[in-house]
């Protein structure tokens, strides 16, 4: 079946996909810019050039614009990819440069917008369930991450609370990363990845003797 075309010859499914790039992109520059409590649908239509209703029609609300912009940070974010990639060719050091990269990432700009995201969970109902369902995302990788380091289900909750304390301290550290010098946050992501490894080695030692 042909799919259909628009006055422009563009198929109709990649017009809708490129109008919403556009005004996500719009937003994202938005937020950055002004934060999210401060930017309306009206400035996004205006910085987008796509009307209000259209922009509606596209995203049921605000909130559903900042779901897919925290989604695709998250997966570009995580590549799930490449770390799969990495743990196919058997080389765990690639899985604790993953992890090295996830716990103290290098600056970007929209730092500032994830903080004000993770702040608006406790006010903002939507945007909690946003911030939840990324959270499933990023546990899950990071198991996957830690399984290929510590395999076998004898391992599974320590597993789960690992995963938990690393991204509990990358957020703080994210946080820390705002009020302090940059090397204050260096200096507690290398102690967080030295106390990881540490951890690491004592159950992969508990799994040999076993």
């Not at 209000?52 to 995203?59: A, E, H, K, M």
């Not at 080389?91 to 929209?110: H, K, M, N, Y």
């Amino acid at each position: 079946m042909t799919e259909t075309t628009g006055d422009s010859g563009v198929p109709h499914r990649e017009k809708a996909l490129l109008r919403r790039e556009k005004i996500v992109a719009a937003a994202r520059r938005l937020f950055i810019a002004n934060g999210f409590h401060a930017t309306g649908v009206a400035q996004i239509a205006k910085e987008s050039g796509i009307a209000v209703g259209q922009i509606y029609r596209d995203f049921s609300c605000k909130e559903a614009i900042v779901a897919e912009i925290v989604q695709a940070d998250c997966m570009d974010f995580l590549a799930p990819e490449s770390l799969s990639a990495g743990i196919r060719s058997g080389d765990p050091e690639f899985v604790w440069t993953w992890l090295a990269d996830f716990i103290r990432p290098e600056p970007g700009e929209s730092d500032p917008l994830f903080a004000e995201i993770v702040a608006e969970t406790a006010r903002n109902e939507r945007i909690a369930a946003v911030f939840e369902a990324t959270r499933g995302d990023v546990r899950s990788t990071m198991l996957v991450a830690l399984s290929a380091l510590i395999p076998g289900e004898a391992f599974g909750e320590r597993r789960c609370a690992l995963a938990d304390m690393i991204t509990a301290t990358a957020l703080g550290l994210m946080q820390h990363r705002f009020l302090s010098p940059a090397e204050d946050t260096d200096r507690a992501a290398a102690l967080l990845l030295k106390m990881l490894r540490r951890e690491v080695a004592e159950m992969q030692a508990e799994a040999i003797n076993s």
